[in-house]
């Protein structure tokens, strides 16, 4: 099974509009993008071909993303963004690009080369995993995504109220920190702070100022604290924060790494948190954990109170 990401910025033509584009995809039941010029049914090098003639030295957009949709099989998921309705969608393929056909009210919607899916609506970009946001990123029509494959199944198995559903991996509690996005680890441990330390997020601070850090937090007396968090196998070395702690004898420094590989620790003002702390306050505050990141760990059977 793959995932991909489909832009649905078709070039609807006049008089038809994007809500008629819209409306057809959810009524027919695809997803899929425009080049309708390309009519074969064949293979990777039948594309290739007719998209050279049609397009001329200009063929490889269409090519690449028209391609793609030949790539996609049954059960592979979709993740698309409707802008008017300000909302992200996961589609399960039921039907190939191979297999489709011409609809009489077709014309004009640049959507001639598609799937047969089912429609899932999810939410906002606060709820959507991060690597697949940052895949909207991205200019091309279609592409796969990497790495999403569990989380985007257990997205479908919670929000579709379809009753196929996708096996998901026996993983163990153990494997959170290979399930969770980067984006919620750091949300974890910033909610830490402000729970446990009594730590407040300037705001203003936020991926702004402080390219070095995640934020600025302040406490109640004016004292700053610098969190660094980072996933994957990435070590963060406590002796790189020894000047921000010298520089500021009230500041103090939080760092969390997946990898736990800390070196050596200069500091008492440098704290580098287990994932022991982390772990028991997930716990804890269950219900304040984003909805993307309760997802991710009940996918593992995370215990929680």
């Not at 790539?71 to 191979?98: N, P, Q, S």
């Not at 047969?116 to 200019?139: E, L």
């Amino acid at each position: 099974m793959q995932v991909w990401r489909i832009h649905l910025n078709n070039g609807v033509a006049p008089p038809k509009t994007r809500d008629d584009l819209i409306q057809f995809c959810f009524k027919r039941h695809v997803v899929g993008v425009g080049w309708d010029e390309l009519t074969t049914h064949g293979e990777e090098a039948d594309i290739r071909e007719q998209a050279k003639q049609e397009y001329g030295d200009g063929y490889l957009p269409g090519f690449k993303a028209v391609n793609a949709m030949r790539k996609m099989k049954v059960g592979d998921l979709i993740w698309t963004y409707i802008k008017e309705r300000k909302t992200y969608y996961l589609c399960r393929v039921k039907g190939t690009w191979a297999n489709r056909v011409r609809f009489p009210e077709q014309d004009g919607l640049d959507c001639g080369n598609y799937v047969s899916v089912d429609w899932v609506p999810v939410g906002t970009i606060g709820v959507i995993p991060g690597a697949v946001a940052r895949s909207f990123s991205y200019t091309s029509s279609v592409q796969g995504i990497s790495g999403v494959e569990s989380i985007s199944k257990a997205y479908w198995n919670h929000y579709s109220p379809h009753t196929l559903y996708y096996d998901t991996p026996n993983l163990r509690e153990a494997d959170i920190w290979d399930i969770l996005s980067p984006e919620c680890v750091e949300e974890v441990v910033l909610h830490y702070l402000q729970f446990e330390k009594h730590l407040v997020v300037m705001s203003g601070t936020v991926k702004k100022s402080t390219p070095v850090y995640e934020c600025v937090l302040v406490d109640s007396a004016g004292n700053h604290s610098y969190p660094q968090v980072k996933s994957g196998k990435v070590t963060l070395n406590a002796a790189d924060y020894l000047a921000t702690v010298q520089n500021d004898p009230g500041a103090h420094v939080y760092l969390f790494a997946t990898s736990q590989e800390y070196g050596q620790n200069p500091s008492a003002r440098i704290h580098c948190l287990s994932k022991e702390e982390i772990v028991n306050f997930m716990r804890k505050y269950w219900k304040s954990l984003s909805e993307q990141t309760r997802i991710s760990l009940e996918l593992c059977d995370f215990a929680h109170d």
